[in-house]
């Protein structure tokens, strides 16, 4: 336990700094929104460079990560599902649900704790890669197309009055095919990867440039998340982003999505924000690793060692991401920003329950 407390520790604290900087004012009230910004369009793309582009993209290819995907693909279908059949979200809101239930905070959390219990950081390493180069595409584009192409505005306003379905489907198929070059997480990715297979080895100057940009998103990110536990949610139709900067992207029109959040809007009672935090946590903490277990254990039989592995990592907590590509997208954030710290509180009884359950591996 002590050392899942100190793998915790960072998390807590920057929070904490978050949550204080925020209730003091000390940044204004633009802070979140500008924090949030810089952390996807500039700092965790230098990060997800220099990770791919260092990184030999055939070591996810063995049963260890099948068991791990298999968990991933399931779980976070099922908060897709969840999200929408549950709790009436729309497609945006259902793929921040799905990436709330089975992404996990494999860097600044699945490394120290892989380190201490296991003895051993590698597998983690091929988890950032198979979440990095596979499921933040889809997720993100479906908030893409859920926000914009899909239903949303965009589609309409390009298509015009007379196109019909069919021009919007073409605009929708038009954004989609240039999302690569729009989003900053997807093109640094893609540009990692091109790197790696090419084997270039970039200059000292601009790879140690990328480093430290990129070592600012972790930290910068959880001080946002703590600034947005400040936050206080839009009133019934209103997108003021000095009231609520995760919607300062669109102050034209309120999104369903935003409606629905607002309080006293029949569909989104506190009870409700509740039991979709509660299903949320629940299919991050205890389905996911569980579905890896069943998956390694009885389906691959894989060796103790490898099983705890990727049930550890099962187990770990939301990632910070979804939080972040909820306010950037001008989605209602309390969702993810809830599961975020629930699960992250959730998690170290279950990391504990399963080191406990399989054995911590020898180092």
């Not at 893409?144 to 306003?157: P, Q």
Request: glycine share 10%; net charge positive.
């Amino acid at each position: 336990m002590p050392a899942l407390l100190s793998a915790f520790a960072p998390i807590w604290t920057l929070t904490a700094i978050g949550y204080a900087v925020g209730r003091s004012g000390l940044l204004g009230g633009q802070a979140e929104a500008v924090l949030g910004r810089f952390v996807f369009h500039v700092a965790m793309p230098a990060a997800l460079f220099t990770m791919v582009s260092g990184a030999r993209l055939d070591s996810f290819a063995n049963p260890s990560m099948v068991a791990f995907a298999a968990g991933t693909a399931l779980v976070c279908g099922l908060g897709f599902l969840v999200a929408g059949r549950l709790f009436g979200r729309g497609t945006a809101d259902r793929a921040i649900g799905s990436m709330t239930s089975g992404y996990v905070n494999s860097a600044n959390l699945g490394i120290p704790v892989a380190v201490q219990v296991l003895g051993d950081a590698s597998f983690v390493a091929q988890i950032i890669l198979f979440q990095v180069l596979l499921v933040s595409p889809v997720i993100l584009t479906l908030l893409d197309s859920g926000t914009k192409a899909g239903t949303g505005t965009g589609a309409r306003k390009e298509a015009g009055t007379g196109g019909g379905a069919r021009s919007g489907r073409a605009v929708v198929l038009r954004r989609m095919l240039a999302m690569p070059v729009r989003n900053p997480i997807i093109m640094a990715s893609l540009l990692g990867v091109a790197v790696s297979a090419l084997g270039l080895r970039l200059p000292y100057a601009l790879a140690h440039s990328c480093d430290l940009l990129g070592a600012a998103a972790v930290p910068t990110a959880l001080i946002t998340l703590g600034l947005s536990l400040n936050s206080r949610p839009p009133e019934a139709g209103s997108t003021d982003p000095a009231r609520h900067p995760a919607l300062a992207k669109d102050t034209e029109r309120p999104t369903r999505a935003e409606h629905r959040a607002a309080p006293g809007h029949p569909t989104r009672t506190k009870r409700v924000e509740r039991a979709e935090v509660v299903v949320t946590v629940a299919l991050k903490t205890l389905a996911q690793p569980l579905i890896a277990f069943a998956v390694g254990g009885p389906l691959l039989h894989l060796p103790e060692h490898q099983l705890l592995a990727v049930v550890l990592c099962s187990a770990l907590p939301t990632a910070q991401n979804a939080f972040i590509y909820s306010q950037q997208y001008g989605l209602d954030i309390r969702p993810a920003r809830n599961a975020v710290v629930a699960s992250t509180v959730v998690s170290m009884a279950t990391l504990s329950l399963a080191t406990w359950a399989l054995g911590a591996a020898p180092s």
